[in-house]
């Protein structure tokens, strides 16, 4: 390595050597006009020592310093016409600026050197006159730091001092000529020439260090080599004298050059040396500018006279040294660079320099014409003086001779330097023996990669295997058939589509139409469980869940009572209020009002289809003393439509006494007719022809005709079940004189084994039978029976059945009243039984009333009985048909016997013989009705044939009734009692059935109505004392 | 490891970006294939097969209706090599880059 680079070294003395040579020969003629200045400079240095000083305080504060304003201005003549001199050139430098602006770049080049040396120059004679000490100093340091320098300082010392004479007195011309120049212009030439100082100061001082440096770098690394070449220049010296100062110098200058040159590489690093050379005729044209502006103003402060102008001059003083220090801080990045240029010294100075080169080399190319131009312009100012005129000429003629032979050499050099700047290394690496190991070097190791790559393939290769394993399908793009590529097309174009049919009048229309959407939904109200609602999908399965569990729980049977209840009630409270605003009523009711009672109303029986028939039978209801049955039968004059030829029975409420509660009919003529024991829903009635008829009253009215008569929808409810249909062998032959109910409720010690029809219960109570006996002593006996599924279409087997009917009558048993009542002696009298009644203690007992006067008794159950008759007190057999039995409603086993004879008989069943009997009470009237007071158990009314009414009150009187009533207007065919045993309210009704068919319901008054305390009690004392 | 996944990735996204709404003209197509390659193999290596060897492949034409299949056969080994390719499609043209990945032993 040390070898290269000293070889190099040695290459690069040469060639600093021979350039030098062509620097000296270049800027020798700058140097001698800057000689000459520095001559000038010097001497007035000399001259003036203090003055320089104060001078350069001066600069700053020229007005302070009034004492020495003739010496001042003494100098500063002298100054002003020697910086008219470099004014001189400097214009011309101008001028050949603005000649050659085509060459510019290169020129700019040639002459930024040139400038420099003339700021140089005048940088030196600033200093003079500013500083003399510094400069001392300054000469003091560079005869320290470089030992050429100070051996060249003296000769040229001398130099300067014979410079100096010349100059003297080629100033002294000038200063002639020039005195005519106005203060003005002398003012701005001074500022020019000041600024110019300034700013060249810098830049000396700058290169001084550099050189300094350089110069030392070359005295340690290459002492020898800068000696011979110094002792080169030294004799060179010899020849040409006192050039080899300005030789020295020019080296110098070079060097600066070549820092320059160096800087200007730095910048053109990145944009090039155009850039460089813009930058700076930007700053040169900065310059002038400021120039101008300079001038304009002191143009301005001109008028002021000398003292502003210095003013003026130390303010723009100011603002040229902010310019400086600016100009400073550029050029201290710059000193950094170059410094670390200079570090690297050994790389990069060379190329520096080679690149140098290469700029000078196109310098050279254009020197020759260049010079001759430089020349040209030098030759103005410089054959001022003939002096300066011969060393010019010598020095162009130097400059040629060397010219050419530089330029021969300079082109040989030429080709390098391209070469250098594309392969720089490759130019190193290729011109050395070190570069041929290196070669050598690397053919040896590619030598050896090449054969381990060689190996690795050789290893690899029988390790890979190649193959057409797989083909892949990059895109597989089917045709597009016509039709999709025209709609395709066709959706691109803003087109439509329509169609024609010429044929328009075959023109089809369709409506399509979104089928209703259907859904179906259900919901249960009560929401009894937890499902309450559901939709389609459930409903199958919901159906069976409401058969298996929800039919039980609809208690329909009670809402329908509740209905049926809530419904008479509100009736009748609908029907008091009407009382109530109708008067008619009550006037009629007091019409009618008897003695025996407080007050009395009328059923009104004035209907259109009761019109006319005769009330046959009167029944209340056992349980509900309010409801009343009353019998009316045919009409004496023919009908028309639907009620033709037949009989009718009205259920009533006495509460809602304005139209009867249900109408029901039939087809024969009714004899008797009677309640169902525990409610009042079915009604059962016998006829004329021997058939029982069963009325159910719940069934629905749409079962039944209708009938429009008055504005009134009338209901004819015809008979659920009717014994007709059943076989002759069980049935009645003969009209049915009785029907009675035979509650079985009482003996449920024999009703064993039938606890399983007590699901009945909840339909109508509990179960019973119906006791029907007609003329002939047949007494049959019927079970009642609700069927559980109603068959609209009817039932085949049981033909009396209503279609829709509920209820049905079994034949349960028969009996021969007639041979199992009576003895053999008594039968012979051929005995009709005429009525019959069941104790109410014991159904199975059962006492029938005959027309001999005689009753039987007998169980249902063929049981001996005792008595087995019941007689008269009188003895003997006579024809009297007991008429009516009534039992004692209050427990005891008493009971009442009306006979047609007009006698009462009061029986007790455990005797043949009447406790009492009453024989003319009457006179002699047959008795049609007798009954117990229902709340008092010593009263008991009595009806005759005649319409009178007799009260019997046995407290009081036991031999004659208490009371008597006649009927005054008509006969009163029979006679019921309605009042509520249970309750104490005095209301004791007496319905009495009219033969024109009205109804009067008369209040018994309260004497006989209300029950008096221990009233059984007197009244079984007073039987047991009748016994 | 030349991920196919990976690389389809990027020429779809590529693709997507350059091609979405070019029309097919066939002056402009030679220049816009080259382009599309120099970018798609750039991203590629961006992606770092380091030890590949990449060959990308385009090919744009026009959408005239017409049948186009086209195929690939590598000669390779299949172990380490691989590719990937992505389809575009516009109504105007179709574009199919296949990039190959050929292993550096």
């Known amino acids: 390595m040390w070898m290269a680079i000293t070889e190099e070294w040695s290459a690069v003395n040469k060639e600093i050597t021979r350039k030098d040579l062509t620097e000296t020969l270049k800027t020798s003629g700058v140097e001698t006009k800057r000689a000459a200045e520095q001559v000038t400079s010097a001497d007035q240095g000399v001259r003036r020592p ?17 004492d020495s304003q003739n ?90 001092e014979s410079n100096r004479e010349r100059d003297k007195k080629h100033k002294r011309h000038e200063i002639k000529q020039i005195d005519t120049q106005t203060n003005l212009k002398s003012f701005e030439e001074r500022d020019k020439e000041h600024h110019r100082r300034r700013e060249s100061r810098h830049h000396l001082e700058e290169e001084k260090t550099r050189s300094e440096e350089r110069e030392r770098r070359h005295t340690e690394k290459k002492d020898k080599d800068t000696k011979k070449s110094i002792d080169k220049f030294l004799a060179y010296k010899a020849e040409e004298g006192e050039r080899v100062y300005k030789l020295q110098k020019d080296r110098e200058l070079d060097k600066e050059g070549e820092r320059r040159h160096r800087e200007k590489k730095e910048y053109s690093v990145g944009p090039g040396k155009e850039r460089f050379s813009k930058e700076r005729s930007h700053k040169r044209y900065e310059k002038e500018e400021e120039e101008k502006h300079k001038l304009k103003r002191s143009k301005e402060g001109s008028s002021h006279g000398d003292r502003e102008g210095t003013v003026r001059d130390k303010g723009k003083l100011i603002e040229k040294e902010e310019r400086d220090t600016r100009q400073e801080e550029v050029k201290d990045t710059r000193i950094y660079n170059s410094d670390t240029g200079f570090d690297n010294f050994s790389a990069n100075y060379e190329d520096d320099f080679e690149d140098y080169e290469d700029d000078f080399d196109d310098d050279e190319d254009k020197s020759g014409e260049e010079r001759g131009a430089e020349e040209n312009l030098r030759e103005i100012p410089f054959s001022r003086t003939s002096e300066i005129e011969e060393i010019q000429r010598a020095i162009s003629a130097e400059n040629d001779r060397i010219c050419t032979s530089l330029s021969k050499k300079i082109e040989n050099v030429k080709k390098e330097p391209i070469m250098e700047r594309q392969y720089p290394s490759v130019r190193n690496s290729s011109c050395g023996i070190f570069m041929d190991f290196q070669m050598a070097n690397q053919r040896q190791s590619s030598r050896s990669m090449a054969s381990k790559q060689k190996k690795r393939s050789s290893e690899l290769l029988p390790l890979i295997d190649l193959d057409f394993s797989v083909s892949f399908s990059l895109l597989d793009l ?91 009630v509100i009736a009748v409270l609908l029907e008091e209020d009407q009382v109530a605003t109708q008067p008619r009523w009550k006037l009629r009711s007091r019409q009618t009002s008897l003695s025996i009672s407080d007050s009395c109303f009328q059923l009104n029986t004035n209907q259109p289809f009761l019109h006319d028939r005769k009330i046959s039978c009167l029944c209340v209801s056992q349980v509900q003393r309010q409801t009343l049955l009353s019998v009316h039968g045919l009409p004496e004059k023919a009908g028309v439509g639907l009620l033709h030829r037949k009989s ?19 087809d024969s003529e009714v004899i008797c007719c009677c309640f169902s024991p525990n409610k009042t829903t079915l009604v059962f009635a016998g006829t004329i022809d021997g058939s029982l008829l069963v009325w159910d009253l719940r069934e629905d009215s749409r079962m039944h005709p209708h009938m429009m008569i008055s504005e009134t929808d009338w209901t004819f409810r015809v008979p659920t ?50 006791a029907s006996m007609d003329e002939n002593g047949i ?50 009298r051929m005995p009709q039984t005429l009525t019959i009644k069941f104790l109410s203690s014991n159904p199975n007992h059962f006492i029938v009333g005959t027309n001999i006067g005689l009753v039987g008794h007998s169980t249902r159950h063929d049981l001996k009985v005792l008595p087995k008759l019941f007689r008269p007190q009188e003895s003997g057999l006579r024809s009297i048909s007991i008429n009516t039995i009534d039992f004692f409603p209050f427990g005891k086993p008493l009971f009442l016997v009306g006979c047609s004879d007009g006698s009462i008989r009061l029986h007790q069943m455990t005797s043949e013989y009447p406790l009492m009997q009453w024989n003319d009470s009457t006179n002699g009237q047959p008795v049609i009705a007798l009954q117990w007071a229902l709340t008092r158990p010593s009263v008991f009314f009595v009806l005759d044939a005649s319409s009178n009414i007799y009260i019997w009150d046995l407290l009081e009187n036991d031999l004659l009734p208490v009371a008597k009533q006649t009927i005054p207007s008509e006969n009163v065919v029979t006679m019921a009692l309605l009042g509520e045993p249970e309750k104490t309210n005095g209301l004791l009704g007496l319905a009495l059935a009219k033969e024109s068919g009205e109804i009067d319901i008369q209040y018994v008054k309260e004497k006989w109505a209300l029950p008096q305390p221990g009233e059984s009690e007197k009244l079984h004392l007073l039987l047991l004392q009748s016994f | 490891r030349f ?103």
């Not at chain 1, 003399?132 to 051996?151: A, C, F, N, T, V």
């Not at chain 1, 039980?552 to 009670?558: F, G, V, W, Y």
């Open chain 1, 478 to 568: 089917p045709p597009v058939n016509e039709y999709d590529m025209y709609i395709r097309n066709f959706g691109k174009m803003n087109t439509k589509q329509a169609y024609v049919q010429c044929n328009e009048d075959n023109l089809e229309r369709d409506i399509q139409t979104e089928e209703v959407e259907t859904l179906e939904k259900w919901t249960q109200h009560p929401g009894e469980s937890a499902l309450v609602s559901g939709g389609e999908e459930h409903f199958n399965r919901i159906l069976l869940w409401t058969y298996a569990s929800l039919t039980p729980k609809i208690d329909s049977q009670r809402l329908a009572n509740f209905l049926r209840s809530a419904c008479q």
């Open chain 1, 779 to 828: 007494l049959n006996m019927w079970v009642v029976v609700e069927l559980q599924k109603v068959d609209l279409a009817g039932s085949q087997t049981d033909l009396g059945l209503i279609p829709g009917g509920k209820v049905k009558l079994v034949h349960s048993s028969a009996m021969e009243l007639n041979n199992s009542l009576f003895p053999k002696d008594v039968r012979q």
């Open chain 1, 721 to 770: 079940f009717s014994t007709d249909g059943i076989l002759n062998s069980v049935n009645h032959t003969s009209p049915i004189l009785a029907v009675e109910p035979v509650s079985t409720s009482l003996n449920t010690d024999q009703n064993y084994g039938l606890s399983s029809l007590s699901y009945q219960e909840e339909m109508s109570g509990p179960p019973f039978q119906i």
């Open chain 1, 50 to 66: 203090g003055q320089a000083l104060t001078l350069s305080g001066g600069w700053l504060s020229a007005a302070s310093q009034p």
């Open chain 1, 71 to 160: 010496e001042d201005q003494k100098h500063r003549e002298k100054t002003f016409q020697k910086e008219k001199s470099v004014h001189d050139i400097d214009t011309h430098k101008h001028e050949h600026k603005d000649r050659g602006k085509s060459k510019e770049r290169m020129r700019e080049r040639f002459k930024s050197g040139e400038r420099d040396g003339d700021k140089m120059r005048e940088r030196e004679r600033g200093k003079e006159h500013q500083r003399e000490g510094d400069r001392e100093r300054y000469q003091d340091k560079l005869q320290e730091s470089s030992l050429e320098k100070e051996r060249y300082h003296v000769p040229k010392d001398k130099d300067r």
């Open chain 2, 3 to 105: 991920k196919s996944s990976t690389v389809k990735e990027c020429i779809h996204a590529i693709l997507k970006e350059k091609l979405a709404n070019v029309q097919y003209i066939p002056e402009e197509m030679p220049q816009l294939t080259e382009s599309l390659s120099e970018t798609i193999k750039d991203r590629l290596k961006e992606e770092g097969f380091d030890r590949y060897k990449m060959v990308v492949q385009v090919v744009i034409g026009e959408q005239r209706g017409e049948g186009v299949n086209m195929a690939a056969r590598c000669f390779w080994d299949a172990d380490t090599d691989s590719y990937a390719h992505d389809v575009f499609m516009n109504d105007s043209l179709f574009c199919v880059v296949a990039a190959f990945g050929c292993f550096y032993y």
């Open chain 1, 648 to 666: 009718i029975i009205c259920v009533w409420n006495i509460w809602q006494p304005s139209s009867p509660q249900k109408v029901l009919i039939c």
